[in-house]
């Protein structure tokens, strides 16, 4: 029970410094984390490793600042690991900083996980170790238990939201690459239609040229040879109005598509996609890779939205 309040304690005291950090650089009050409480898992997480890694050397300030480095930087590349893989969007992306590993760590970051290492061990965990451990027994495990309970339904809750991301996210860019694949068959058909109609006008004038050499020589020709240029004529006609007819068809196909598509956009309406957005103001560096296109148009409809 007493390494589950060590766990809340620094959930909690990581949230405050995020909080703080992310609220200073953006100049307005964002509640930082992947669930709704004042804890963040990571830095739990994080801190638990670390004093387990280096319950061995705590006197050793070298080995704290490796231990705890090396523990901490791989929990954190499991973590941004598994959370892409699992929601398709990074909640954190070292990728703009030197020496990083696929944007999940990084040396500058490693080296601060070192860092706050020892600053852990040596100066915060021993007045958190010192009322924890003044805590009786069962007071700590109905603290405990309480708090576990509330963790549990916040990432319940929490988990839903990531879901709704990536199903919105999903949609979005399924949305997007439909309608460009729309553009460019509207391109198609309208480089076709274009063509037709220069095609038509040729033909009307080879038509007119065409009565008027018939005209002509009306007395001269015989009856089948004006019957055989009039059906030729009519032919040519009603083969013109058939292409047009498929044209105007397969536009009308591609219109209907649009207005399917631009239906879908009103996703942002939904509960799902507002339980989405309350995700991504608590992240506001949130990245993706497979839907980058869909997301940036979410984020900026949501600072429309403000």
Same mark, same amino acid.
């Given at each position: 029970?007493?390494?589950?309040?060590?766990?809340?304690?620094?959930?909690?005291?990581? +949230?405050?410094?995020?909080?703080? %950090?992310?609220?200073?650089?953006?100049? @307005? +009050?964002?509640?930082?984390?992947?669930?709704?409480?004042?804890?963040? !898992?990571?830095?739990?997480?994080?801190?638990?490793?670390?004093?387990?890694?280096?319950?061995?050397?705590?006197?050793?300030?070298?080995?704290?600042?490796?231990?705890?480095?090396?523990?901490?930087?791989?929990?954190?590349?499991?973590?941004?690991?598994?959370? @892409?893989?699992?929601?398709?969007?990074?909640?954190?992306?070292?990728?703009?900083? !030197?020496?990083? =590993?696929?944007? %999940?760590?990084?040396?500058? #970051?490693?080296?601060?996980?070192?860092?706050?290492? =020892?600053?852990?061990?040596?100066?915060?965990?021993?007045?958190?170790?010192?009322? #924890?451990?003044?805590? !009786?027994?069962?007071?700590?495990?109905?603290?405990?238990?309480?708090?576990?309970?509330? $963790?549990?339904?916040?990432?319940?809750?929490?988990?839903? &939201?990531?879901?709704?991301?990536?199903?919105?996210?999903?949609?979005?860019?399924?949305?997007?690459?439909?309608?460009?694949?729309?553009?460019?068959?509207?391109?198609?058909?309208?480089? $076709?239609?274009?063509?037709?109609?220069?095609? %038509?006008?040729?033909?009307? @004038?080879?038509?007119?040229?065409?009565?008027?050499?018939?005209?002509?020589?009306?007395?001269?020709?015989?009856?089948?040879?004006?019957?055989?240029?009039? #059906?030729?004529?009519? &032919?040519?006609?009603? *083969? %013109?109005?058939?292409?047009?007819?498929?044209?105007? *068809?397969?536009?009308?196909?591609?219109?209907?598509?649009?207005?399917?598509?631009?239906?879908?956009?009103?996703?942002?309406?939904?509960?799902?996609?507002?339980?989405?957005?309350?995700?991504?103001?608590?992240?506001?560096?949130?990245?993706?890779?497979?839907?980058?296109?869909?997301?940036?148009?979410?984020? @900026?409809?949501?600072?429309?939205?403000?």
């Amino acid at each position: 029970m007493q390494w589950v309040l060590f766990f809340f304690c620094y959930c909690l005291i990581g +949230w405050i410094w995020e909080c703080f %950090y992310v609220s200073v650089r953006k100049r @307005e +009050w964002v509640n930082r984390g992947f669930l709704h409480g004042p804890v963040l !898992p990571i830095y739990g997480s994080g801190a638990l490793i670390v004093l387990l890694c280096t319950i061995s050397v705590r006197d050793q300030i070298g080995l704290i600042f490796l231990f705890g480095m090396v523990g901490a930087t791989l929990l954190e590349y499991v973590t941004g690991a598994c959370m @892409e893989r699992l929601f398709r969007v990074r909640y954190w992306d070292y990728s703009h900083l !030197p020496l990083n =590993v696929h944007g %999940y760590i990084c040396l500058p #970051v490693s080296l601060g996980w070192g860092a706050f290492s =020892v600053f852990l061990v040596q100066g915060i965990h021993v007045p958190v170790e010192t009322l #924890v451990l003044g805590i !009786p027994d069962r007071m700590a495990e109905i603290v405990a238990v309480v708090c576990s309970s509330v $963790f549990a339904v916040d990432f319940t809750l929490s988990f839903g &939201e990531a879901m709704d991301l990536r199903d919105l996210l999903a949609r979005l860019t399924d949305s997007n690459e439909k309608i460009h694949r729309l553009q460019k068959r509207l391109e198609v058909v309208s480089a $076709f239609a274009e063509e037709g109609v220069l095609q %038509y006008q040729a033909r009307r @004038e080879a038509r007119r040229l065409s009565r008027k050499e018939f005209l002509e020589g009306i007395m001269e020709r015989q009856r089948e040879n004006r019957r055989i240029m009039l #059906v030729e004529l009519m &032919e040519k006609v009603n *083969e %013109y109005m058939e292409a047009g007819q498929e044209k105007r *068809e397969e536009l009308q196909k591609v219109k209907a598509q649009i207005e399917q598509e631009w239906k879908n956009i009103g996703a942002l309406t939904n509960r799902s996609a507002r339980r989405s957005a309350r995700l991504l103001h608590r992240n506001p560096n949130t990245v993706s890779k497979k839907y980058a296109e869909a997301l940036k148009q979410v984020q @900026e409809m949501l600072k429309k939205k403000k």
